[in-house]
């Protein structure tokens, strides 16, 4: 070897003893520090029981949640309700129904209920917002005008009260789990909108973004290859967030009584409302689907606000 | 600031008219059409025919909505089907209750919200910043109507100290003025009165608070840290300002600007809110009446409330708008 | 007795997660009353946080400074690195006073000109009502700003850069300190405004006997504004002189490199610049040798022998050692004779 390269290799091995670590992109960055955050842990491991629960919660729940097995046990022992023993491990609920196996089943609906309905306020919302945004930065005069339009729309939507668009789309399909799903769906799509539409709006003004301009990029090019995988950061933490106020509006639906009223599919939300009517003498019906709702909704939200934190280009070091 | 209001005002016309429109579609989507929308789905043959007819449901759409709007513009939500009133009369005579609850709720949020996010943000990373960020994520995912159960089982069931349902006890003798109870008791010097209602208010207004709670210590704390990372903060300290001075004139007045859009926004979200915790405490507003409204499909009622709650978000958005602009220069200007 | 002494001042960052970072290890120069002193470097070499470290406006936690400061401008002598927060307090503004590089970040957006002009008065000169709104406006109007009373009133956002520059500048002299520290307070601006800013601190402390330590990367400034240089790399100064050495015979392969990067109109046509290679990211830990070892067009295998001293400039042949030349090089570069004439 010789002496040259020699004190190169000697200078290389100091140099990058001293260098920090060069950051990776946005995504692998982020990653990293997702990884090494405790909240993204928590968040992330309740998210995965929840999941795991609602897939296998049927086969592995003990007894068949709608039957009312107990029934008679429940009647005689009136006002005194069977809490927690050997066969049933959460006790009986008012018709002597077991509550451990309508948990477990109860998890797939909850679950359904949050993802179908924040998929459906995510596309509609995402295509809206997508468009307007686009059309606002690239569409000139009349995409400024196409903008306006789906935003007034988008403000509509806002001044409406969750709980009454629910209400109100009950009205029309009915009362069933369908309802309950498009309802709570259809509030997040002005969130889902908005956020994309700024996200993209903030790119769209950005210096790359011009200089592909300046040098000639078609704009859908634009859009597609650079604005929206750019802009979607914030849309998916939000995915995330929504599926916690999902399955508490769910909850809140269920409570005033529009939630779903087939009794032989438990979920959560259903099961709480009916609870409620027992709850000054048997409030642990009531808790243990509250818990459930709580904890789910814990869990999503914080592997979001982790997720939050991990995109925020802020804190990134 | 006039040629904003205006100007905002103005803009809020095409909403309001697209509302309208939605809403107009909406009635007629429903299973039997307006006609059911006015009787509820009780109604017999007959009464839907005379009604049909005293519509004018033959008529083109265009005057059928004509005639609507009309309707709307005096007001005239049409008669509750549930309690045959009309449904703005059912509206204003429980509006103070609600208004109370709203306030009793917006208030603990506030005075409690804003220093501790304040502190938290302070104190970063000590048990306190942990706390009330734990705090706040947990208030966030607590639907809205168990946590009243519990503070109720608690509280009133259990230990006694505070009442468990409704605004006023039986047997308080009361003059009412207002509507608000609380005022009205110091208004006439009741004190007994006052305290009683306040006393109502307890509950119900701290389970409406938890979410707005829970938002505005979130909003504060991440306002407060951006803030304290600012150049202008460094340059107060520069100058060797008081720490009074740098908190209050540099940090908070700064960091305040998010937390007052987030207040207005929040208020809208509490008439939601209310109809939830009204009806776990029987608490007479428009809460528990719509919680009755949509038990029994009372639709002029509903319909009614879309329009009311509609009117109050855009009003309080123009609020916030004019309140930001007195407080932020930049706006001003622009 | 210098009014400022600093002496192996070194700042530590905690890591987050990571291994903690140095931003300046043992860092030492004086500044003299009424004297102008320039800490020049590129950014990240550390003499943005040694300004930070000496007005005591690093964050409590997770920052180590180790080192002194003394400072004798109250006729007492204290250590600005160890003096309690609150004594620290009750010198900023009066004693010490600091200029930022952002003057629109650096001004309260939702607070009057007016009223950040005031607060400094009255904290420290008791002044208060009509009678600090008269001395804002007579501040203004020192630094150069026109219709003083009508901006008092303005926000920051109303003021152009130059503008607000003044004004912050007004609120640094406004207590009329002993010492200025400015941290690249032209870099913002244009390059008419910048000179306009330069020629305003240069009056402001030749009229007061204000001493300025001017942070910059920017050798001009050095040029028309400092009486003594600090060239700082990588958290260390590697040369220490008067502005004429400095320039005349720069020692420091890094200094060199710098005076060598700077476009001339007297340079021959089609002569390119000399830039000096690679990054501030490209460095060894100075206990392992010369942290700039990895740029330098002079590095020899000796150069790893662990951090050099900061020594007296080696004589020039026959010349006698120049005096308060300080070097921190194994084999300082002679600018030969030619060469000085050229770069005259």
């Known amino acids: 070897m010789s002496k040259t390269t020699e004190k190169i290799d000697r200078l290389a091995e100091l140099t990058t003893r001293t260098t920090t670590a060069s950051g990776g992109s946005l995504w692998t960055e982020a990653l990293r520090r997702l990884r090494s955050s405790k909240m993204a842990l928590v968040g992330g491991t309740v998210m995965a029981l929840f999941i795991v629960i609602a897939i296998v919660g049927p086969w592995v729940a003990p007894y068949d949640p709608t039957a009312q097995t107990w029934r008679d046990e429940v009647f005689t022992n009136r006002g005194v309700f069977i809490g927690p023993r050997g066969d049933n491990w959460l006790g009986l609920d008012h018709l002597g129904r077991d509550m451990f196996s309508r948990m477990l089943v109860g998890a797939r609906q909850t679950l359904l209920v949050g993802v179908v309905s924040t998929v459906l306020g995510f596309v509609v919302g995402a295509l809206v917002g997508g468009l307007s945004g686009a059309a606002l930065a690239f569409g000139g005069k009349a995409g400024q005008r196409l903008d306006t339009v789906l935003m007034r729309f988008i403000d509509m939507m806002l001044a409406l009260p969750s709980l009454l668009l629910a209400v109100s789309v009950a009205a029309i399909l009915g009362q069933s789990l369908t309802t309950v799903m498009i309802a709570v769906g259809v509030i997040q799509i002005p969130v889902f909108a908005r956020l994309l539409r700024g996200s993209m709006l903030a790119q769209a003004g950005s210096d790359y973004v011009l200089a592909a301009r300046a040098l000639g990029v078609r704009r859908r090019r634009i859009v597609l290859a650079h604005v929206l995988p750019n802009s979607l950061g914030p849309v998916i933490v939000q995915t995330t967030l929504a599926l916690a106020t999902a399955i508490i509006e769910a909850a809140a639906l269920s409570y005033l009584g529009l939630g779903n009223p087939d009794a032989s599919q438990p979920e959560w939300g259903v099961m709480l409302s009916q609870a409620q009517r027992f709850f000054d003498a048997e409030p642990m019906m009531a808790v243990y689907p509250a818990l459930g709702i709580i904890i789910t909704a814990l869990g999503f939200t914080l592997l979001g606000e982790a997720m939050r934190e991990a995109l925020d280009p802020k804190l990134r070091s | 600031m006039l040629r904003l209001i205006v100007r905002r005002l103005l803009q809020l016309i095409p909403t309001l008219l697209g509302l309208s429109v939605l809403l107009f579609a909406w009635l007629h989507q429903l299973p039997g059409g307006p006609a059911s929308a006015l009787l509820g789905e009780r109604a017999t043959e007959e009464d839907r025919r005379a009604i049909e007819e005293a519509l004018g449901l033959d008529d083109p ?274 | 007795m210098p009014l400022l002494t600093v002496d192996e001042l070194t700042v530590t960052f905690a890591g987050r997660g990571g291994p903690d970072t140095t931003a300046v290890s043992g860092v030492s120069f004086t500044v003299d009353q009424g004297e102008v002193v320039g800490l020049v470097g590129e950014s990240g070499c550390g003499k943005s946080v040694t300004s930070l470290a000496l007005m005591g406006l690093l964050p409590a936690k997770g920052v180590t400074v180790g080192g002194t400061a003394r400072y004798t401008g109250t006729g007492t002598d204290v250590d600005l690195l160890t003096l309690r927060r609150s004594a620290l307090r009750d010198l900023r503004g009066t004693q010490l006073s600091m200029i930022f590089q952002d003057p629109l970040s650096s001004l309260n957006p939702v607070v009057p000109i007016g009223v950040q002009v005031t607060e400094i008065l009255s904290r420290h000169r008791g002044l208060r009502g009509a009678a600090a709104r008269k001395e804002a406006a007579a501040l203004l109007d020192r630094v150069g700003i026109p219709d003083p009373t009508r901006r008092l009133k303005e926000y920051p956002h109303q003021l152009s850069g130059g503008m607000r520059q003044r004004a912050l500048i007004a609120m640094a002299v406004a207590c009329a300190p002993r010492l200025l520290i400015a941290d690249e307070p032209t870099t913002a601006l244009d390059v008419t405004i910048q000179a306009q800013i330069l020629e305003l601190l240069r009056e402001l402390v030749d009229d007061q006997g204000t001493a300025l330590l001017m942070i910059t990367h920017d050798l ?109 090089c194994v084999h300082p570069v002679h600018t030969t004779a030619e060469a000085t004439e050229v770069s005259r």
């Open chain 2, 61 to 334: 759409v265009w005057v059928q909505y004509a005639r609507w709007m009309e309707r709307l513009v005096r007001f005239d939500f049409g008669e509750s089907v549930r309690t045959g009133r009309p449904v703005w009369e059912e509206f204003l005579q429980r509006f103070p209750a609600t208004v109370e609850l709203a306030f009793a709720a917006m208030l603990i949020a506030v005075v409690v919200g804003i220093p501790l996010g304040y502190f938290a943000a302070r104190r970063r990373g000590t048990w306190l910043d942990l706390t009330a960020v734990s705090g706040s994520l947990i208030g966030i995912c607590i639907p809205v109507f168990f946590l009243g159960f519990i503070l109720r089982a608690v509280f009133a069931v259990n230990l006694g100290w505070l009442p468990s349902f409704g605004r006023q006890s039986t047997g308080i003798d009361a003059t009412e003025i207002t509507g608000f109870y609380v005022l009205d008791g110091l208004l006439t010097g009741e004190w007994d009165a006052s305290w009683d209602a306040l006393q109502h208010l307890v509950l119900p207004g701290l389970a409406l608070a938890s979410i707005p709670l829970a938002v505005i210590v979130r909003i504060t704390r991440a306002s407060v840290l951006d803030v304290l990372g600012e150049d202008y903060v460094r340059t107060a300290e520069s100058k060797g300002l008081r720490r009074r001075v740098v908190r209050g004139r540099h940090v908070l007045r700064n960091a305040l600007l998010p937390v007052v859009t987030t207040v207005g926004l929040l208020t809208g979200s509490l008439l939601s809110g209310a109809v939830l915790t009204e009806s776990v405490f029987a608490f007479g507003g428009i809460g528990s009446f719509i919680r009755d409204a949509i038990d029994t499909r009372d639709y002029p009622v509903l319909m009614g409330f879309i329009l009311f709650i509609a009117l109050l978000y855009v009003a309080i958005n123009l609020l916030v708008d004019i309140a930001y602009s007195i407080i932020d220069p930049r706006v001003r200007v622009n």
């Open chain 3, 220 to 328: 001009g400034v050095v040029a028309g504004l400092c009486d003594r240089v600090n060239v700082l790399y990588a958290g260390k100064a590697v040369e220490a002189a008067d502005r004429h050495r400095l320039f005349a015979d720069p020692a420091h392969p890094y200094t060199h490199g710098l005076l060598g990067s700077i476009p001339r109109l007297d340079a021959p046509r089609g002569e390119r610049l000399n830039p000096i290679r690679g990054s501030i990211n490209d460095r060894i830990a100075w206990e392992d040798g010369c942290a700039f070892a990895p740029r330098c067009d002079f590095y020899t295998p000796q150069c790893l022998g662990g951090a050099p001293p900061l020594a007296d400039r080696p004589a020039d042949g026959a010349a006698a050692p120049p005096e308060g030349h300080l070097v921190r």
